[in-house]
């Protein structure tokens, strides 16, 4: 129920009486006046001022209370709005305060170690600078990938300067790493710089492609061999692709395959990290421990 205009306790400065217009609270004060002399009760006339005075107490002390509870509320959790009793007034008096900004959430955290754990196949990578974990990549065996992505030279689709994935090679019929990682390397190609996945031709092609680095190579304690090659594309600088094959320390000590897919030029990156993280691979048990290349096991130029 709306009161009817005329005097009431100010909601916020109960020892004064403020003007009510009948819709909203008006700027205008005054002290309580005194008050009269008894009036004789009885009579509708009587009953009629007590109801309407009971009516305006009852208005006064709810708005009291909604004032009170938004008053909290905004003590509590460092913001809120100062409710004015009347709901409707055109000039109500608010008091905002910023809101506090909401925690980012990064990946990893600085106190991670700047590695990556493939459970499955029981080893863990190092993770370069420049390098994150996967983000948005449909593909389940991508372990890391560089930071970013880059319209294709093409034209088409969307491409990434650097890839790594990591694998268990399921058919393998007992063939030595070395014949694996030579099988694979022609696969790797086409699908890093020939056809994606939905026939396209990010790159425009490739229009050859030269093996640089391959040989015997200690992992993880293991003896794995690796094949890179440097692949030359229609478009853009094309890049270099390896595959890195060894056995596992764990379960069946089923092959592993580790792929690369690095591009060339100046934003593609340090092919010197291809080296990196071949060489800090290590066993999820022996972590902390030797492994990479050996010394007795460097791969041939």
Known sequence: MTPPPGWYADPHAPHLE?????TAWTEHRRAPEAPGPPQPAGGASGRAKAVVALTIAGVVLVAAIVTGVAVLGADDDGGGTVADPAATSSTPTASTASPAPSPTTSEPSADDPAVVVDELN??????????VR?????DDDVVMTTDGTYDCPAGVGICRHGTVFSRTVTENDEKSPEALAKQDISKATDDAYDRDA??????????SHKTVKSGQVAVAGRAGYLVRRQVTTADGPGGYVQSLVFPSSVGSESPVLVRFVFDAGPDG???????????????????????GVGSSLGPAG
């Open 122 to 131: 029981g080893i863990t990578l190092p993770l370069p600078d420049g390098w």
């Open 198 to 207: 939905l026939g396209r031709r990010l790159y425009g092609g490739i229009e």
């Open 18 to 22: 403020r003007w009510w217009d009948g």
């Open 269 to 291: 990156p340090p092919l010197a990290d291809m080296d990196r993280i071949t060489e800090g691979i290590r066993s999820i048990d022996d972590a902390d421990t030797g492994g």
């Open 134 to 138: 996967p983000q948005h990549v449909a």
